[in-house]
């Protein structure tokens, strides 16, 4: 009896003992999935914030697009509040890199490493010969798309993260060939000549008569050859443009570009480079904003201008931020910014429709962690959308490292990755598609 007893009192104990255990991998089970629940919470509002910050800078610089043809620089606000909720504000920030300003940075102020000469590369601040030589051998590796992103440049030479900045180079350097006011060149007749008098002067409709015919890509040489005047070729350039060729690849800004940019250029040393730059500063927008100023107002040499003009172009269309997300307690004085997510964007307002040419989620804050590798930018597993490149001539279409969402007229997908903070980063390959004009 007594060990019937014992055997029955054994077993009620394990079975307590069973039933605390269960209930506590219960509890455990339960506090996790509230964990991940809270965790895709906080993606979700990641993601939105992230969506809506790049909407409306998107927005900010398409208003600003005849400003940005003639030469203007963009302007975005430090901050931006996108919503409130609670007492509390939901704020993008424009972040510098370094001893940079926070503010937007032009792609056409730098070289574009498709486009540029080994020997113009090698005269950048931070580079060097064979540095330029190993940007070149990386983009003829890929003859049929070049060097994708920023990135890919800067593992060509070598460049750590903590370095990247001081590296003036991009692949996202372009100007649309119709600008305002601009006209295409079509084959010569009375009715061409007779659309061109809105615009341009009698002697410059002279001087596009007489030009020979030649490939689209000399046009610009042509006319320099052929106009009598800085001031007659720099209205053609302005106003006219070859037809079919859709967007100026790897022109230099030269309303926006740095000296150390402008230096690079066939026949301009550092001093003249200087002088171009203070002189500029000193013009009023209208001038700034032809091709002619530098012989007209700074004296450079007319036996350049062959050799410039095929490299040049006015006003930047392609725009680097570095920017973050977060919020901000209204009550809190000292603004601290809360549960940030930070990302390096390129908006592109060259076309009619406004696009984002890259937008890459960043670890930490920009300069902050030295010594990681660049974070990884989009791809399509993430995205889960269409991975095939292509061009998009719709207003209804906006594309992200070659993926697809909508514009702020319709829904957007979800154009992020999952947290960055969980990603390896350490492993990853930066790596990135272009599509539509960035093939």
Do not use: K
Request: hydrophobic share 45%.
């Amino acid at each position: 009896m007594m060990q019937r007893r014992g055997i029955v009192l054994a077993s009620v104990a394990v079975i307590g003992a069973a039933s605390i255990w269960l209930a506590a991998a219960l509890v455990q089970i339960a506090a996790v999935s509230v964990s991940a629940s809270d965790l895709d919470v906080r993606r979700s509002n990641a993601q939105l914030r992230m969506q809506s910050a790049v909407r409306v800078l998107l927005q900010q610089l398409a208003d600003q697009r005849d400003a940005l043809a003639a030469g203007v620089p963009a302007d975005l606000p430090q901050e931006l509040t996108l919503w409130t909720v609670q007492g509390r504000r939901i704020v993008v920030r424009l972040l510098g890199v370094g001893d940079q300003n926070p503010e937007p940075i032009a792609e056409g102020a730098s070289l574009d490493a498709n486009h540029a000469t080994a020997e113009a590369m090698s005269r950048l601040e931070h580079m060097n010969q064979s540095m330029a030589d190993a940007v070149v051998a990386a983009r003829d590796a890929s003859p049929d798309t070049g060097l994708l992103d920023r990135a890919a440049v800067l593992e060509a030479i070598g460049s750590s993260a903590s370095s990247s900045e001081g590296v003036n180079l991009t692949v996202y350097a372009h100007a649309p060939i119709r600008g305002p006011e601009q006209l295409t060149v079509e084959p010569w007749s009375d009715e061409f000549a007779a659309s061109l008098h809105d615009v341009l002067s009698d002697e410059a409709i002279e001087v596009l008569a007489s030009l020979p015919e030649g490939a689209p890509e000399t046009f610009a040489t042509r006319v320099a050859a052929a106009s009598p005047t800085a001031e007659l070729w720099g209205a053609i350039l302005q106003h006219t443009a070859p037809a079919d060729e859709g967007f100026l690849l790897g022109r230099i800004d030269l309303a926006g570009a740095p000296a150390s940019t402008l230096a690079t250029l066939p026949g301009i040393d550092s001093e003249q480079a200087h002088h171009l730059v203070a002189i500029r500063d000193t013009l009023p927008d209208e001038l700034r904003a032809t091709l002619s100023w530098p012989w007209t107002e700074a004296g450079l040499s007319r036996s350049l201008e062959s050799g410039l003009l095929p490299l040049l172009t006015v006003g930047s269309w392609t725009w680097r931020c570095t920017i973050a997300c977060g919020e901000v307690i209204e009550s809190d004085e000292s603004s601290v910014l809360l549960d940030p997510i930070w990302a390096e964007v390129v908006f592109d307002v060259a076309g009619e429709v406004p696009r984002v040419a890259m937008l890459r989620r960043l670890i930490g804050p920009p300069g902050s962690i030295e010594g990681l590798p660049l974070p990884e930018p989009l791809h399509q597993e993430d995205l889960e959308l269409d991975s095939a490149p292509r061009i998009m001539d719709s207003e209804e279409d906006m594309p992200v490292d070659g993926a697809f969402f909508q514009d702020d007229r319709a829904d957007i997908d979800d154009p992020l990755p999952d947290d960055p903070l969980e990603e390896d980063a350490a492993s990853s390959q930066p790596s990135a598609q272009r599509v539509g004009r960035w093939r």
